[in-house]
């Protein structure tokens, strides 16, 4: 066992001590978790996401060092979220360890009874607007009513779209809302076979820079952060894994930074688009930020809390509450060492 390896164990010890003493996780007094027999580690396999709109699990999975540090003792499987909702999916499942969703998204599952914790946050991204086709008669949110409006349900861009319909004095009553996944919606907008489309980026800059579409509402701050969630089951009993990924996250943070270009084109051949797409899809994601959950990002969940209410996506504020007051597990982002994995 190398001297990182021992470390991150220790680590990872110690986050489950803290679990114990301040009762941050279920299963509260559980002892810390045994390495597999003839393995250094806890399990012998590691599933987690990767997602375009997250492209810090790009870089991750394009450089490898998930595989490096974890060797043939663990088996890395790699599976792609299409959108926020596909990640919780996988997570309450039990189909993925670790996924990656926007801050919306995570406190929606757990409002609804999924056992997931937000154990780091990976970027700040203005990933959501409000794009019609070009030359459309709509050229503001209020020219909305009545018309047809494509967004995937419990994501960033469908809550970016409430909101944005609330400040409009309009609700999900004065559209016809359409469930579509962001691909699909895109394409309905791009086919004219919807009106509107509350999309995701890298697809909303692509279809921007091919002419097909225009923004008409841009705000970062109806954007949530991207968070990266785990299982309750995963935490409890897997923390020198969990303690590996965010420590991989935290490289790969440090990685975006000193690369962008390098960055931007990972972000193009995985999602099969254009470099200057990539660029500016990029440029509207701040990597530069705390990985740490905290009071900054429950104040954004807080806003954005009682609008399920209000659209019927969870059954009342106290749901709300609870999930918000239980959803962040901080120990292994405060702990997270970047020179720890790799």
Known sequence: MTIRTRSTLLTATLAVAAMAMTGCVAGEGAPAAQPEEGSEWSSTTLTLDFATYNPLSLIIKDQGWLEDELGDDVTVTWVQSAGSNKANEALRAGAIDVGSTAGSAALLARSNGSPIHTIAVYTQPNWAAILVPTGSDIREVSDL???????????????????????????????????????DGRGALE??????????????????????????????????????NATEEFIENHPDLAQLVVNAYERARAWA??????????????????????????????????????????????????????????????????????????????????????
């Open 257 to 342: 930074l000193q690369n962008p270009d390098e960055t931007a084109a990972i972000l193009a051949e995985v999602a099969g688009i254009e470099l200057p797409i990539a660029e500016a899809t990029i440029a509207r994601t701040v990597i530069d930020t705390d990985p740490v959950p905290g009071e900054v990002h429950r104040a954004v969940l807080a806003i954005i809390g009682p609008i399920f209410v209000e659209s019927g996506d969870v059954a009342n504020q106290q749901l709300i509450d609870d999930a918000l007051a239980s959803l962040f597990f901080t120990e292994f982002a405060v702990a997270a060492d970047p020179n720890a994995v790799g």
């Open 145 to 183: 009513a009545g018309r047809n409006v494509a967004a995937t349900k419990g994501t960033d861009p469908y809550f970016f779209l409430l909101q944005a319909l609330g400040e409009a004095g309009l609700s999900l009553d004065d559209i016809s809302l359409q469930n579509l996944q962001h691909a």
């Open 191 to 228: 086919t004219g076979a919807v009106d509107a489309w509350a999309g995701l980026d890298p697809l909303l800059s692509t279809s921007v820079y091919n002419g097909n579409a225009e923004i008409i509402y841009d705000n970062v701050a109806f954007n949530s952060y991207g968070f990266l």
